[in-house]
């Protein structure tokens, strides 16, 4: 053997174990890390059945979260149980990133307080990212004399228990939005729980219940055609999609500020390379000129990207919603 075939075989031989040893790391390491997620579509399942304001987020961000990475974004619809059946067979789901939930604040926060018994726990999801916040508008019918929020809070103060409101079941976010109302401004109003929230509306057209409140959406058809009277939104800032209604802020109840958020969260144990892939690749989708004009159409607003705001709003909204049930006594078994 000749000294230059000698020395490249000791070479050789000296970088064998280095090179083995960083086969291996590559091995162990994700397969976000190493470029290849993902490699086949990804599911995103939704806590509420199609039409609604949930869906309409989940299918848009669905569409474009699927072409930023390359790969189809299928929906599946799993209504049921304030969304404890959707969240289920998520938490139970492998977790490599391609079966997401779209969360809602029942399934992270409120269903936790007002069932007794969860199929799942809602803190065991690896959080990826805020997606969206729909702030609710509060709508009358034919109540005598009230013209705005202050005035519908006197009519309350004078005619204790004469008000009813109309929502999609107990525990709902519009449930809860109006209880947050009267906790806020100490009222007393009777509430009338209904299958989903368009018959509460409905309801409301026909003078069964004299107050409903949901997503902008749902409410403002029927504002625009006069069959009820907007008084709010629930927020602390204007929409752009009805930018002449006072927000509740305005009108003197800053505390009363309710809206169907959404998030995305993945099975506990999803690796950190994945969720940083599918958190970036979120907060490219909801900077999209494009995606922002769509939500503003419908009232909606992105919220901000990363596990960091997701974890502080968590936060806030667990601290909220708790204070509401607990004076309102919401339970569901």
Not at 11 to 38: F, H, I, K, M, T
Not at 48 to 70: N, S
Not at 237 to 263: C, H, K, M, Y
Not at 267 to 289: D, K, Y
């Amino acid at each position: 053997m000749s000294f230059v075939s000698r020395l490249l075989s000791r070479r050789a031989a000296l970088l064998a174990p280095a090179l083995g040893a960083l086969a291996l790391c590559a091995a162990a390491l994700p397969a976000a890390a190493q470029g290849n997620y993902p490699s086949r579509p990804i599911r995103l399942v939704i806590p509420f059945g199609a039409g609604g304001i949930t869906d309409v987020v989940g299918r848009l961000i669905g569409q474009q979260l699927g072409e930023e990475l390359k790969q189809p974004v299928i929906i599946d619809n799993r209504a049921g149980a304030g969304g404890s059946i959707a969240a289920q067979a998520v938490a139970q789901a492998a977790p490599d990133g391609y079966t997401l939930l779209l969360a809602t604040v029942g399934t992270q926060v409120v269903n936790k307080m007002i069932y007794s018994k969860l199929a799942y726990d809602p803190a065991a999801f690896a959080p990826v990212s805020l997606v969206s916040n729909s702030p609710y508008m509060l709508a009358i019918g034919d109540i005598p004399g009230v013209n705005d929020l202050q005035g519908l809070v006197a009519y309350a103060h004078a005619h204790p228990g004469q008000l009813n409101f109309g929502s999609a079941g107990n525990g709902s976010s519009p449930h809860l939005g109006i209880e947050l109302l009267k906790l806020s401004t100490r009222s007393y109003i009777v509430h009338i729980p209904f299958k989903s929230g368009a018959e509460a509306v409905n309801a409301a057209l026909a003078g069964q219940v004299q107050i409903v409140i949901d997503a902008i959406p749902v409410i403002q058809p029927q504002v625009k055609a006069g069959r009820l009277k907007a008084l709010a939104i629930a927020d602390a800032r204007r929409n752009a999609a009805v930018p002449d209604l006072r927000t509740s802020a305005e009108q003197g109840v800053p505390g009363f500020q309710i809206g169907s958020w959404n998030a995305i969260v993945a099975p506990q144990g999803t690796p950190a390379a994945v969720v940083e892939v599918l958190s970036a690749a979120l907060g490219r989708v909801l900077a999209r000129p494009e995606v922002v004009a769509r939500l503003a159409e419908l009232g909606i607003e992105p919220m901000p990207a990363g596990v960091a705001a997701y974890q502080k709003h968590l936060q806030a909204e667990t601290a909220k919603w708790s204070r509401v049930t607990q004076a309102a006594g919401t339970k569901l078994d």
